[in-house]
């Protein structure tokens, strides 16, 4: 990729997993009904009570210092009980506010640690969600986040007799620099292991997760890295690009020296290697930052274009409502969104007292579903049509570099992001976002782009 491109384009600017985007949220007081009003709404409009639902267990017992996520460091499990708890409560209490009866399409959790829960825990966690509440009755996913470390057999086979058949296991990366570096250390026979049994047990869909923009990683890291995975072959593999943000989450991203980090066409550089091994090895792109082998749903998504993309990131479960339990999670009826408390003692508090515990969100405008939906388009389908001439017009003025760079080009009222333009898939999105016209602020706010 041209060096020159990506100091041009690599700025700040969001993983738009929504729209708008946190930073931009306007309604910091948002309360139950203003909330479970939006939920009605989605009813009412789309006809369907399908749902996805998002767990937020946030506890782990050592701090990763690459780590963006909401969390709470602990060896102190005695925090296991009453956190389940205090999720199964708000389900009932979302249960009691709602005119309808969820059928639940998609349920993850993530953290944190999941797997820092007990076996009988996440048991008792998914029994009670689903004895409440409807499952589809085929077309459903359950998946859930796993440390290599600390997943044991019974983990895997208790959640797999749950209807769990997808995980995600966090490698991040296989040298003992990098992983010294980000305090993540985990050696391959572990991950083996883990995974192995997994297919013993029966898992249809395995991930793994890879990070690129470590600090020490080099391009012998990552084709060191790429190359294990590959001797296990994942159903999926994630390739995020680090978000070095240490002003949003404090020490935890200031444990090494930045510039420790590769930047701009060196860190670029690190992706297009992995890309490079990983298509070579019969993997397709998926969006900005997946692959996948061709039988598995997620390549058969992006094929049909049905690709979804949420707080979760990349799904194949299009559902226009999620609902997200726990400490920090967030929630999306499609109008609206919402935040829950982003402590653990706040959270359990208000749920104790028999209130959700939302404490920010946003209630999206007409013009806002209008962008929201260009921009997922684009995120999913790197395509999107603009009916609006007038917006087509100022959305055209505001990518004339980009198309001049080869990166998008325009039929008629389709804006279609080029190949070479899928890097910068999220620069032409932050030409529809209204909030970073006019030189809004994004230094200090967002992650780099490319």
């Not at 990729?1 to 990506?6: C, D, G, K, Y």
């Not at 085929?138 to 749950?162: C, I, K, Q, R």
């Amino acid at each position: 990729m041209s060096h020159t491109l990506i100091q041009k384009y690599n700025v700040p600017g969001p993983r738009y997993t929504s729209y708008p985007t946190v930073p931009f949220w306007k309604n910091s007081t948002l309360n139950q009904e203003e909330w479970i009003d939006t939920i009605h709404l989605n009813y009412k409009t789309f006809g369907s009570n399908e749902i996805s639902l998002y767990i937020h267990l946030p506890f782990c017992e050592s701090l990763c210092t690459f780590c963006g996520c909401h969390k709470r460091i602990t060896k102190n499990h005695a925090v296991e009980s009453p956190y389940i708890d205090a999720v199964i409560a708000e389900w009932k209490i979302y249960l009691s506010k709602l005119d309808f009866i969820p059928v639940i399409r998609e349920l993850h959790l993530g953290g944190g640690t999941p797997t820092f829960f007990s076996p009988s825990e996440l048991k008792r966690l998914i029994s009670s969600l689903v004895s409440m509440a409807s499952v589809h009755p085929s077309a459903y996913e359950f998946s859930f986040e796993a440390h290599p470390n600390n997943t044991s057999d019974a983990h895997l086979e208790v959640l797999f007799g749950l209807g769990f058949k997808r995980l995600s296991l966090g490698i991040q990366d296989y040298s003992p620099s990098v992983q010294q570096a980000i305090h993540r250390i985990q050696p391959f026979d572990t991950v083996a292991k883990v995974h192995a049994k997994a297919k013993e047990v029966g898992y249809t869909s395995i991930s793994h997760d890879l990070v690129f923009g470590l600090p020490k990683q080099t391009l012998s890291d990552i084709r060191d890295t790429v190359s294990k995975t590959l001797l296990l072959l994942p159903d999926r593999i994630s390739l995020y690009s680090y978000a070095h943000v240490p002003w949003v989450k404090g020490v935890g991203q200031r444990g090494y020296d930045e510039n420790d980090l590769p930047q701009d066409s060196e860190k670029r550089a690190l992706y297009e290697v992995a890309k490079s091994l990983l298509e070579e090895a019969g993997y397709l792109e998926v969006g900005m930052d997946h692959f996948a082998l061709p039988h598995d749903s997620l390549a058969i998504a992006i094929r049909n274009k049905t690709l979804h993309r949420n707080f979760m990131g990349y799904t194949t479960q299009n559902t226009s409502m999620l609902l997200g339990l726990g400490m920090s999670s967030i929630s999306d009826s499609w109008f609206g969104f919402a935040q829950n408390e982003k402590t653990v003692e706040d959270y359990q508090e208000r749920v104790n007292r028999g209130e959700l515990p939302v404490f920010r969100g946003h209630l999206l405008s007409p013009e806002e579903l209008l962008i929201r939906r260009h921009i997922l388009d684009l995120m999913c389908h790197f395509e999107t049509v603009v009916n609006d001439k007038m917006f087509l017009e100022e959305v055209k003025d505001r990518l004339r570099e980009m198309e001049a760079d080869g990166l998008v080009d325009f039929d008629g009222n389709k804006l279609l992001i080029t190949e070479a333009g899928i890097p910068f898939v999220r620069n032409a999105c932050m030409a529809f976002d209204k909030d970073l016209q006019g030189g809004g602020k994004r230094e200090g706010m967002f992650s780099k782009t490319v």
